[in-house]
């Protein structure tokens, strides 16, 4: 017998998620994100859910040619575009599009030599500082491309780095329209969060209403069904499903006694008696070691909470008003648990100190994943 830890990758769900994408943007054309392997569920795996977008949006060669593997033939972006100058070989063989965000990688292209010109998307700083044409040299920038015979079409691309908080894309947004007012190409501005709290859904102010730069949209962590605002608003606010399941089964119980500790350091005391269970699921999984005692968990679709450290390969929740459970319990550390059960993966990021992203991405190799509808 494996040890009864399994992932499980939801269809359904993540076709669901894309299909909101859609809705709170309807005019846009939409990229699906999948960099860091689809968030970690895999991009072979994710990609029957989310071959309805537009588009794939990544990082790494390897995966676009993961993507063109499977069958995609429509558009693939390089979200951090090319990161040495014969990458532009397969950019050509691939048919990739990819973003330009510094100066190394347009004198890349000018010296490349190309029989058809590539699509790119020009990357400007709008304000986060971490990739792209600073507004006062993106102008310039763009003449040299346009330059070019090596480029095409140019598109025109930022990133916000408040789209989920109180600051807001307001000032990034101004900046962006007013730098590219008259140039041509396409526009693309918008990650999840942006896509869900500006767009003048869910009672927030629509910054992004009648904007005319979403030619195309981002949609990563919606797409897996995690909320990018939490906890401002959950999964559920903004009608996501999980797309990511993990679970596993108790493999043993402890009957506590008052002054009783449970696990490494001593960290938990119990108070009273009280009956624990030790789930196959540890940090060697990808459940995160800072999730301190009373994480939430699942134990047979009922909320509990877990106790003690999180070790290599187990971790320990309360059984207490859980009399029935026992060996072999189901217990769901996020995502989908029993009848319509869900645990929120942003939850227990949380507890943890995180976000969803990271636990989505941590998902350990050693753990078995299977797709279901
Ligand atoms: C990762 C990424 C996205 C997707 O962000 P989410 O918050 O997951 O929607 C969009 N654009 C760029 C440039 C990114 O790197």
Not at 82 to 99: K, Q
Not at 239 to 256: G, K, V, W
Not at 334 to 347: K, N
């Amino acid at each position: 017998m494996p040890r009864p830890i399994e992932a499980l990758v939801h269809t359904a769900a993540l076709a669901h998620n894309v299909a909101r994408a859609r809705a709170a943007v309807p005019d846009a054309r939409l990229w699906a994100v999948v960099k860091a392997n689809a968030y970690g569920h895999g991009i072979e795996r994710a990609y029957e859910g989310l071959r309805g977008a537009d588009g794939f949006a990544l990082l790494d060669l390897a995966e676009a040619e993961r993507i063109r593997a499977l069958g995609w033939r429509g558009p693939v972006l390089l979200l951090e575009g090319v990161f040495e100058p014969r990458d532009l070989e397969l950019v050509s063989r691939l048919d990739l599009w990819h973003t330009v965000h510094c100066i190394e990688q347009i004198e890349w292209l000018a010296a490349h030599k190309t029989s058809a010109p590539q699509h790119v998307f020009l990357k400007m700083n709008s304000g986060m500082n971490r990739l792209g044409f600073r507004p006062e040299s993106y102008r310039s920038a763009w003449a040299r491309l346009n330059a070019l015979p090596q480029v095409g079409e140019i598109g025109l691309i930022t990133h916000f780095s408040d789209a989920d908080g109180a600051r807001g894309i307001e000032h990034q947004v101004r900046t962006f329209a007013a730098v590219t007012r008259d140039l041509p190409g396409e526009r693309s501005v918008a990650n999840s969060a942006a896509i869900l709290r500006h767009h003048g859904t869910g009672g927030l102010p629509g910054v992004l209403r009648g904007f005319q730069g979403n030619d195309w949209v981002r949609a990563g962590i919606m797409s897996y069904g995690s909320a990018a605002d939490h906890p401002e608003h959950d999964a559920e606010h903004w009608n996501l499903r999980p797309a990511m399941t993990l679970h596993t089964r108790l493999i043993a119980t402890q009957q506590l006694e008052p002054g009783d500790t449970v696990g490494y350091g001593s960290s938990f005391t119990a108070e009273r008696p009280m009956r624990i269970g030790i789930a196959a699921c540890g940090y060697a999984d990808g459940y995160p070691r800072h999730a301190g005692s009373g994480t939430p968990v699942l134990v047979d679709g009922e909320h509990t909470r877990t106790v003690g450290r999180v070790s290599m390969d187990m971790l320990a929740v309360d059984l207490s008003g859980l009399p029935q459970a026992g060996v072999g319990s189901e217990v769901t550390l996020w995502g989908h648990g029993p009848g319509d059960t869900i645990l929120s993966i942003d939850e227990v990021a949380r507890a943890a100190g995180t976000i969803g992203y990271e636990l989505m991405c941590a998902l350990a190799l050693r753990v078995p994943v299977r797709v279901v509808d």
